[in-house]
């Protein structure tokens, strides 16, 4: 008789917490070399080598951080996180082409310790924005040229992590969601969009000509709060007739009372009249 498998329901994932390093777009050991009109919108660092070359022509909208306080702080919160996301569990074990699949949030890795994307892969939360979204590497992530990363049903890209186990490589003019921490090295080709991070905990991060925006979280969900009532008040002392008082009723009786009285006055006037013909 065969032994039937249980069914294990898999926690929600917490996001992983870069902390420091959460304000760096671009964070490397052995500095950041750019060619070409970059932009980071973002912070960018590097510790313990404080080489950063190319800038301009490229462009940083945030703090450069070479080799300080705040960059060798940020490289030690960036292996906490790098040990956080390589360590979550259960793992799903998906094939190492990314391209045309749609997944859920969830922890994937593959047998070949590999990811690659060609094409489009497609991360949907279901409706959950708080949807967490890792993928494990024991080696390698690589994105092919043209290539995309999308996200559907309320995914948002600050909850998607990319643990590379050695170096990362994004493809021309591909566009790429999500927060890349890897151990080694990171190269950003040319015209690339990364909507998230490029964080190298041991060598350099090479960039051409790239658009890179740090990903946040929307924290709050807004809702519309119901509409209020109007309640219009119950006149009390009588039933509403015209205007909404008793008004009107007043103003009937006193139209009666006046045309009796003046019906009486012609009727003694007529009277009057004739008792003088006859006389």
């Given at each position: 008789?065969?032994?039937?498998k249980?069914?294990?329901?898999?926690?929600?994932?917490?996001?992983?917490?870069?902390?420091?390093?959460?304000?760096?777009?671009?964070?490397a050991?052995?500095g950041?070399?750019?060619?070409?009109?970059?932009?980071?919108?973002?912070?960018?660092?590097?510790?313990?080598?404080?080489?950063?070359?190319?800038?301009p022509?490229?462009?940083?909208?945030?703090?450069?951080?070479?080799?300080?306080?705040?960059?060798?702080?940020?490289?030690?919160?960036?292996?906490?996180?790098?040990?956080?996301?390589a360590g979550?569990?259960?793992?799903?074990?998906?094939?190492?082409?990314l391209?045309g699949?749609?997944?859920?949030?969830?922890?994937?890795?593959?047998n070949?310790?590999?990811?690659?994307?060609?094409?489009?892969?497609?991360?949907?939360?279901?409706?959950?924005?708080?949807?967490?979204?890792?993928?494990q590497?024991a080696a390698?992530?690589?994105?092919?040229?043209?290539?995309?990363?999308?996200?559907?049903?309320?995914?948002?890209?600050?909850?998607?992590?990319?643990?590379?186990?050695?170096?990362?490589?994004l493809?021309?003019?591909?566009?790429?969601?999500?927060?890349?921490?890897?151990?080694?090295?990171?190269?950003?080709?040319?015209?690339?969009?990364?909507?998230?991070?490029?964080?190298?905990?041991?060598?350099?991060?090479?960039?051409d000509?790239?658009?890179?925006?740090?990903?946040?979280?929307?924290?709050?969900?807004?809702?519309?709060?119901?509409?209020?009532?109007?309640?219009t008040?119950?006149?009390?002392?009588?039933?509403?007739?015209?205007?909404?008082?008793?008004?009107?009723?007043?103003?009937?009786?006193l139209?009666?009372?006046?045309?009796?009285?003046?019906?009486?006055?012609?009727?003694t006037?007529?009277?009057?009249?004739?008792?003088?013909?006859?006389?």
């Amino acid at each position: 008789m065969l032994a039937l498998k249980p069914l294990i329901a898999s926690a929600a994932q917490p996001p992983v917490d870069l902390r420091t390093a959460d304000s760096y777009a671009v964070l490397a050991g052995q500095g950041v070399t750019n060619t070409g009109p970059t932009v980071i919108r973002g912070d960018l660092g590097t510790s313990p080598n404080p080489a950063v070359t190319g800038f301009p022509p490229g462009k940083v909208k945030g703090a450069v951080h070479k080799a300080d306080a705040a960059a060798l702080q940020a490289k030690k919160d960036l292996t906490k996180a790098y040990n956080d996301a390589a360590g979550r569990t259960p793992v799903t074990t998906i094939g190492t082409q990314l391209g045309g699949k749609t997944l859920k949030p969830g922890v994937y890795d593959s047998n070949s310790g590999t990811f690659q994307i060609t094409g489009a892969l497609t991360l949907d939360a279901q409706g959950d924005p708080n949807g967490v979204f890792i993928f494990q590497m024991a080696a390698t992530l690589v994105s092919a040229s043209n290539s995309h990363v999308r996200l559907i049903g309320a995914a948002q890209p600050c909850n998607v992590f990319w643990q590379v186990g050695s170096s990362a490589t994004l493809g021309t003019n591909s566009s790429f969601t999500g927060n890349i921490l890897a151990l080694t090295s990171i190269q950003v080709q040319t015209n690339v969009t990364v909507q998230g991070r490029v964080l190298a905990r041991n060598a350099s991060v090479t960039l051409d000509a790239d658009n890179i925006t740090v990903a946040t979280c929307s924290t709050s969900a807004t809702s519309t709060p119901p509409p209020t009532s109007q309640v219009t008040p119950v006149p009390s002392g009588g039933v509403q007739t015209g205007g909404g008082s008793t008004a009107g009723l007043q103003d009937v009786a006193l139209l009666v009372f006046g045309g009796a009285l003046l019906a009486a006055a012609a009727g003694t006037f007529a009277m009057r009249r004739r008792s003088m013909r006859h006389d």
